[in-house]
């Protein structure tokens, strides 16, 4: 049987700490380390998804400083699950913590939160595009299109 092929629309943040750092979670569902993301539910809109988001997996409430791009290439948007195929267009935002998260906090989708420096980010990252950090660092370009 072919697997089920869907598109869907979803959402990632990258947070700087005032070092520069990155905030990156360790989600419990892969145990890979990513950026903050997730999908868009019925009713909301892409603005509203990400707030969610990053409420829901630092415990934090968040404010948005500026879309950095739509990402939905097919060579880097698709993902195999059992069943089902999914291409995700995503909206990638940088978006600014309004207070500190928790010490040690962590929930049913995040295992740890930590701060990373540029160079020093794992290698092996859950669903993030190629992209992710090399457009998120360029503040004179952008929105990009990927």
Do not use: C
């Amino acid at each position: 049987m072919q697997p089920r092929k869907e598109i869907l629309p979803a959402v990632a943040a990258i947070i700087f700490n005032n070092k520069g750092e990155v905030l990156l979670q360790r989600r419990r569902d892969v145990g890979t380390w990513g950026v903050i993301s997730g999908h868009v539910e019925f009713g909301e809109s892409v603005t509203e998804a990400i707030l969610r988001e990053v409420q829901e997996e630092t415990d934090t409430t968040a404010s948005i400083k500026r879309l950095i791009g739509i990402y939905s290439s097919p060579l880097s948007q698709t993902y195999q699950y059992t069943g089902r195929t999914v291409q995700y267009v995503t909206s990638y935002f940088e978006v600014d913590l309004l207070a500190d998260i928790p010490p040690h906090f962590s929930n049913e989708e995040t295992a740890e939160l930590r701060y990373f420096p540029t160079d020093a980010i794992p290698a092996e990252l859950a669903l993030v595009n190629p992209y992710w950090l090399q457009d998120a660092m360029n503040t004179q370009a952008g929105p990009f299109m990927r």
